[in-house]
């Protein structure tokens, strides 16, 4: 790239790469800060990507293949006390809910595509130009440097996850189950939240676990060994699909609701360079609902939005063309944060009276119709009609 940066993105991982593949289509030249590399360790991560997402990756030619991508015909989620919910693909009239991707192999494909545009410079540290997006992650240090308050709400919940190898198909159904758990050092059982989710493309046998338990449990989830675990889970989850065995590490993270104060803003010390967040250095969500990196590629898909639609004498660093990016993201993830956050609160509650009303609730959603229908074109990333 001979020319000064149009745009720095400070962050190269899947938001910050793809945003980058993105602005680079619009004769953009873009500086993509990527951090040194870390020794390697296995990544346990698959993510629910929706068909907004599957599009826009697809558009790039960034979409793997199987078995790296595994299509969710159905999902089915179980309460604490009889209530259950059921999503398929065939009542929504699409061809699927969903995908499940495996994260190494979608990032594999992002770099090498930045690899192969000209507009792209990859750096290792940031260089100023008119606009600078930080999609660093939610321990942001550049969001940090800024200035810009990030407002957290922490979670006595951490994330155990691993993949395992199963003794039935999966049948391409994502399977959660939201229930109770005895925690060493409490004397009452605490809400966890077990989810199985479909990897290795059709017919598979493996699926990636999210165990959503309070941080102690997760301390003594994590200190079994591999056979233990997989008992423990299997009694949690009934054996669904038969005897488990982890084909994975295990790993653990501390879940939070957190959103950043402000999205945009001047950047210290200069009137022509402006900041933009995006990703999940703007935003973290609790994992139930598997919506994280879909909102975070939601992000990318505005703010490029917002640019290409800008007047023609409006400069990149222009914080009222920003605004409308902000306003319109803000809208969204606060909703979704909403949602999240709500339910998770709703299956903590111990009372016989709480678990009697929301497994009632749950029926009469699954029964709803039209309110399942719409939430569930939410989720998929779809706006009415759109079918």
């Known amino acids: 790239m001979a020319n000064p940066p149009d745009i720095c993105i400070r962050g190269a991982g899947i938001v910050g790469r793809t945003l980058a593949l993105l602005l680079a289509r619009e004769r953009l030249n873009v500086a993509l800060v990527e951090a040194p590399t870390p020794a390697a360790t296995a990544d346990v991560r698959a993510y629910s990507l929706n068909g907004a997402a599957m599009a826009l ?11 790296a991508v595994t299509p969710v015909h159905q999902m089915q989620v179980w309460g604490d006390h009889g209530g259950q919910l059921n999503f398929g693909a065939t009542e929504q009239g699409v061809d699927e809910l969903n995908w499940m991707v495996d994260v190494p192999v979608l990032e594999e494909r992002l770099a090498a ?9 990859v750096v290792q540290a940031p260089l100023a130009a008119p606009l600078t997006v930080v999609c660093e992650g939610r321990a942001s240090q550049t969001r940090a440097e800024l200035g810009v308050g990030f407002d957290i709400t922490h979670y006595e919940q951490h994330a155990v996850a691993t993949r395992l190898v199963c003794e039935q198909a999966h049948q391409g159904i994502a399977r959660q189950w939201f229930g109770w758990g005895q925690v060493p050092g409490l004397s009452q059982p605490q809400a966890e939240i077990l989810a199985l989710l479909p990897l290795g493309g059709e017919g598979g046998h493996e699926v990636a676990l ?24 299997g009694q949690a989850c009934s054996l669904a699909l038969g005897r488990m065995s982890l084909s994975a590490v295990r790993a653990v993270w501390p879940l939070q609701l957190a959103r950043a104060e402000r999205w945009i803003g001047a950047m210290p010390g200069t009137t022509k360079q402006s900041f933009a967040l995006a990703g999940d250095a703007a935003h973290a969500l609790h994992p139930l609902a598997g919506q994280g990196l879909n909102v975070g590629l939601a992000d990318v898909a505005e703010l490029v939005r917002v640019i290409k639609a800008k007047e023609f004498w409006r400069p990149l660093n222009d914080l009222k063309l920003l605004r ?22 709703l299956f903590a509650q111990p009372s016989p009276l709480w678990q009697n009303l929301r497994n ?3 029926r009469g959603f699954d029964r709803s119709g039209p309110l399942k229908n719409w939430m569930t074109q939410q989720a998929m990333g779809q706006s009415p009609g759109s079918r």
């Not at 102690?216 to 200190?223: D, G």
Request: proline share 4%; glycine share 4%; hydrophobic share 45%.
């Open 57 to 67: 990756l697809q558009d790039l030619r960034c979409w793997p293949d199987s078995p």
């Open 324 to 345: 409308r990016y902000e306003r319109a993201r803000q809208a969204d993830v606060q909703a979704m944060g909403l949602v999240t956050d709500g339910l998770q609160r």
């Open 210 to 233: 999210v165990w959503s338990v309070h941080s102690l449990r997760a301390q003594a989830l994590m200190s079994l060994d591999s056979e233990d675990f997989a008992a423990e889970l």
């Open 113 to 121: 595509a930045v690899k192969f545009q000209p507009q792209i410079e």
């Open 360 to 362: 009632w609730g749950m």
